[in-house]
């Protein structure tokens, strides 16, 4: 693929002890004013006269992570050291991927190294990324092509090609149902999990705030919208502002927010312990397993922090007077109906884990598998807009199968706060809804929800990046 590379860079051996001249070749045809450093147009000229692709920033983030005195240049020192531990990386790198210990990486350990981050692809996949780094049409990478394609690049290891296939959580469209992200061992022992963590949860909190009062119109659609009592958005927005104002379109945010702490933390850590729990093989755990230990860790940090969505429920219905704040909230709650009122809801919110989780993961491996079968001709890489539109269709998939179920949930989390109103059971309240509303009374609410899809996802992916930047996470 990189012939010109080649031909620069390398002989086919050379002692790891001898000057490498060919650091001073590049850097001379990579100076082009001769004056003695590179900056980010000239090695952007230099690599792109080579025939080398590189990706979005990436010239950017060479030149950041060598220039040790701060000028926006490289000098040769710096240029060289740069690739000398680039080097170093690239070689753990190439050993843990060749399995077999052959000095070669083929299809099948390619393959295995995304089974590893628990992500299946087929042969015929693994086949064409494989083909998208080798250049000598061997159907096989050895140390010289690995070292050729990735020198110039800042991704150090195949697993960062892997990771942006990876199905990240970190578009927060408002329900925390989807199975948990996945971190490798590297991640965890450096401690770039908790920082991602702590990057999703910060993305997830301004795009919730954002998209606050759509949530909140969804909710009450939910609860009050029936066929005698027709409720339009622009109808239900006039509702809300003429009693309450503009800041009452937030009621029931700030605990929306403050349950994403709490919720992604008992998620990480039960996710975890159940894989290792389910897993057929230690170290490996295959597609449906790791389905099931999502679901059951959503499971679980749901019934840990539930009495905080009914609260919310509350909070985003109540009239102006009716709550001080949460405290306030859950003290009436408990007074008024007991400790069983903080569980209304809850088996259909239980419920909801498994069309949402499944199909939302089913879609996204779809898509993904689409995509490497008709694009991933030069890259692996899909780009930033094709992960998103995989990530919002699959959600957006996912809710629609378990919008039912919420929608009962939040009417059961109601009811008791609305004067007159029946304290129905599951499926009382579901015939119900059909014998006064139809098929589609299960869906009310659904068009805020979906309005706030696109925003929801392009709030929290700015936000994400912005806060792996800040916390000094390699994009």
Known sequence: MYPAMRKLFFTDCRCAGDPPKTYEELFAKLDTNKDGKVDVSELKAGLAAMGIQTGKGAVQKIISSADKNKDDALDFNEFAKYLKEHEKKLRLTFKSLDKNKDGKVDYLEIQQSFADLGLEITKEDARKILQSIDSDGTMSLDWN???????????????????????????DIGDSLTIPDEFTEEEKTTGLWWKQLISGAVAGAVSRTGTAPLDRMKVFMQVHASTSNKISLVGGFKQMLKEGGVTSLWRGNGINVLKIAPETAIKFMAYEQYKKLLASEPGKVQTHERFMAGSLAGATAQTAIYPMEVMKTRLTLRKTGQYSGMFDCAKKILQKEGVKAFYKGYIPNILGIIPYAGIDLAVYESLKNFWLSKYAKDTANPGVLVLLGCGTISSTCGQLASYPLALIRTRMQAQASLEGAEQLPMGRMVQKILEKDGFFGLYRGILPNFMKVIPAVSISYVVYENMRSGLGIQK
């Open 145 to 171: 092509e690995w070292r050729e394609h990735f020198l110039l690049n800042p991704a150090t290891s195949l697993q960062e090609i892997i990771r942006y296939w990876k199905h990240s959580t970190v578009l």
